[in-house]
């Protein structure tokens, strides 16, 4: 007999001197013999007569051929083969006697005696035997005197330890029974393969259920330790489970012990937003069962069906109307509301973008529009950054395309995603840095680029402003009239746009494609209710979020910094502008946290570079979850 795996380690270590006892039918043939070999040592030492003849049979050519035969046999055997004919003896024979008759040729003589020879002709006898074998169990006769109304009974013992027996049960709407409502998949009930849904318990531990409440049930349930001893009627139409597993990121958040409604609270997995579940059973249409990728070896728990989970949110949405104004307000523009007569003796800014005619540009302010000692980089001008925050437009077009969000995320609470990861042929997936204003993005982007200027770009623009007698039309950016930004936008060609002093603003999904075209990596910022309209099967975006740390570690590290607003090229933080970025972060995250596929705090500033080209490699490099649709049509929408 064959011990199992960890009782033969067991054995190998305690002593070498006992047999293994085969109790595993199931090994086969094959392992006991692979068993035996292990042991030979132990025959050595024993010296056992005739071991060497043993030693020499185990490891001729002949019983290994042999093994493969029997491991083959066993194959088909599980796959029940129908054997061609039952006679094969017989019609070798005959064919014998034909051989005999037809002109000699060498072929005839070698095929007669292939088969006269005495191990072709065992060969075909074993076939025979076998072919003519019924192998199908026969079972009794059923007694005649079985009552009409017999109800077949299954006795199921588990054993509970600390885990949950994983099970729920109700009351039938109709026959008022209690029923085994569901099985949680690799809980206890299912790994006992016993139970299913919709069998009928008649005795727990010997108490009979009838006219009990499925809480009293549960009562005993919960008070009963060791074994418990469960009577059920088998249901008649087990569940057949075939279903493909599927993975989800979550786009809202959810908690079990919140809702009302969920059969069973305790056996509710609780959510957050961007979390990735496999959904492991999607047979009832209101509740699945799902598991984290994080706790794979725990049984599942019961979330909100898509259905289920829309209606939900159409609810909570109908009752907490989105009002993106509260948190898109800029930090500047507050703060110049609050205090008009600001005293900071930083150069004033009359005139968008004019300061950048002046020869007497601080290094700093050539760094804001994007000029480095040795290059220029597209996409840091001040009125492009400003008019993200600043415009009305900008603001009115942020709700639209927020507002679709928002409808989108009611469309889909959960989105079907996949592990991609990038072919190195593939072109580079776009990178887009979300933060709250001030926050470090536009810094760590240039940082990022000076890395590798030949490797990590940024998209050009597009204005409708005139082009100015020192730039150059594509370089800081694209100068265009409003009738062609107009039907950039209208064709959804721009990934964000704003107005900035009577001026558009925005950057294209072409001038994305250009960089990516080109074989680099295009890093971007964007304000987060724009994510949506970049989550193309395309451009596969990679949106990091920029988070701010601590107030007091911003009091500290920010000291020197200076952030530039649409009257001054730098001023100071002031405390209140830190808070400001903490609460605005703290918002974003709750609302837009499922597009972030990672999050990078900007404390040090040299810290949080190393993690955005760390961040950015992987993204390029290493496999991640992605929207189905990305991968599996050529569908354009994300
Ligand atoms: N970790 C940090 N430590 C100290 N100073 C920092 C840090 N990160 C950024 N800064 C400084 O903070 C100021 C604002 O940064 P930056 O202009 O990059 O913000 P931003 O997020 O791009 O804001 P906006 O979108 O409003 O332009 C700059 O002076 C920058 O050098």
């Known amino acids: 007999f064959l011990r199992s795996e960890k009782e033969e380690k067991l054995l190998d270590k305690k002593s070498k001197m006992e047999l293994p006892a085969v109790t595993n039918q199931e090994n086969g043939l094959s392992q006991i013999l692979k068993l035996v070999m292990k042991q030979q040592s132990l025959f050595y030492s024993r010296d056992v007569s005739g071991v060497s003849l043993l030693y020499d049979l185990l490891h001729s050519p002949w019983l290994q051929a042999l093994l493969k035969v029997y491991e083959c046999l066993q194959e088909y055997i599980k796959k029940k083969p129908i054997p061609v004919l039952s006679q094969a003896q017989a019609l070798s024979c005959e064919v014998m006697d034909l051989l005999q008759e037809v002109p000699q040729s060498p072929e005839a003589q070698e095929l007669r005696q292939v088969l006269k020879a005495k191990h072709f002709q065992a060969l075909l006898n074993a076939h025979d035997i076998v072919a003519q074998k019924d192998f199908e169990p026969v079972l009794p006769p059923l007694p005649d005197d079985i009552p009409e109304n017999e109800e077949a009974l299954r006795i199921v013992c588990l054993v509970k330890n600390k885990q949950p027996l994983g099970a729920t049960i109700k009351r039938h709407e109709i026959t008022g029974d209690i029923m085994v409502a569901r099985i949680i998949h690799g809980g206890l009930a299912d790994k006992s393969g016993l139970l299913y849904a919709g069998d009928k318990l008649v005795e727990v531990n010997g108490i009979s259920v009838e006219g009990l409440e499925p809480e009293q049930v549960i009562h005993i349930l919960a008070m009963s330790h060791g074994t418990i001893m469960f009577k059920v009627v088998p249901v008649s ?23 009302p409604i969920i059969p069973c609270a305790d056996a509710g997995l609780p959510f957050q937003k961007g979390e990735i579940l496999q959904i492991v059973d999607r047979n009832d249409s209101l509740w699945w069962q799902a598991r984290k990728l994080s ?28 009002q993106p104004q509260t948190y898109l307000k800029s930090t500047i523009l507050s703060t110049l509301d609050e205090e008009d007569d600001i005293k900071i003796d930083e150069k004033c800014v009359e005139e968008d973008e004019e300061i950048f005619e002046s020869e007497e540009l601080s290094e700093d302010e050539k760094e804001f529009a994007g ?8 996409g840091f001008r001040r009125s492009m950054r400003l008019c993200r925050r600043k415009s009305y437009t900008s603001q009115q077009s942020a709700y639209i395309l927020c507002s679709n969000s928002c409808y989108n995320a009611l469309g889909a609470p959960y989105e079907e995603v996949v592990r991609y990861q990038r072919h190195p042929s593939d072109k580079h997936r776009l990178i887009v ?26 998209a050009v623009p597009h204005t409708t402003r005139s082009k100015k007698s020192y730039e150059e039309d594509g370089r800081e950016y694209h100068y265009v009239s409003k009738e062609t930004f107009e039907s950039l936008v209208y064709g959804h060609r721009m990934l964000e746009y704003g107005e900035y002093k009577g001026n558009l603003y925005g950057t294209s999904v072409d001038a994305v494609r250009k960089v990516l075209d080109e074989g680099k990596v295009c890093i971007m910022d964007l304000e987060p209710q724009n994510i949506q309209a970049a989550r193309t099967h395309e451009l596969k975006p990679y949106v990091i979020f920029i988070k701010p740390s601590s107030l007091n570690r911003m009091k500290q590290s920010r000291k020197n910094a200076r952030i530039i607003t649409d009257y001054y090229v730098n001023i100071k933080f002031k405390d209140e502008d830190l808070q400001e970025m903490e609460d605005l972060a703290k918002k974003m995250e709750t609302q837009f946290g499922q597009f972030f596929d990672q999050v990078i705090v900007n404390d040090s500033l040299p810290e949080a570079c190393a993690q955005l080209l760390s961040a950015v490699q992987q993204a390029q490099n290493e496999p991640q979850w992605v929207p189905a649709t990305w991968i599996c049509s050529d569908n354009e929408s994300g």
């Open 433 to 458: 840095l979300v933060g709250p204003s001030g926050v470090g993005i536009n810094e760590l982007r240039r940082r990022l680029i000076e890395t590798n200027p030949n490797y990590f770009q940024s």
């Open 237 to 259: 139409d087990r569940p057949i489970y075939n279903q493909t597993m599927v993975y989800v990121r979550t786009m809202a958040k959810y908690c079990p012990w919140q809702d």
């Open 371 to 378: 000029y480095d000692h040795r290059f220029f980089i597209a």
């Open 295 to 322: 706790d794979f070896g725990t049984c599942a728990g019961l979330v909100p069906s898509n259905h289920l989970l829309k209606r939900k949110q159409r609810e909570f949405w109908w009752s907490q109307p989105f």
